[in-house]
């Protein structure tokens, strides 16, 4: 998806925006969870990025990426 890319690129204000954007249509949506937590992570927001891969976990509590980033929060 294009937040995918904005993050890839570095461009983490705009991709959380996407993100948000994609959790504003389906809330449940564990992989947009996990981006936007992606996200607030690369801007040192530890408490918001926690709570984003919290939610996602569990929607897919096995995903290892997303275990990984919650882990780095803590």
Known sequence: TKAIVLLACDRVS???EYFRA???LNPNDSR???GA???ELRNMQ???AYAYFKQA?????YRL???H???RCC
Do not use: H, Q, Y
Not at 57 to 61: A, G, K
């Open 14 to 16: 705009e991709a959380l």
């Open 22 to 24: 994609a959790l504003s």
């Open 32 to 34: 947009s969870l996990s």
């Open 37 to 39: 937590g992606m996200c």
């Open 46 to 48: 530890c408490d918001k």
């Open 57 to 61: 976990l569990v929607f897919e509590p």
């Open 65 to 67: 990426i997303t275990i």
């Open 69 to 71: 980033d919650f882990m």
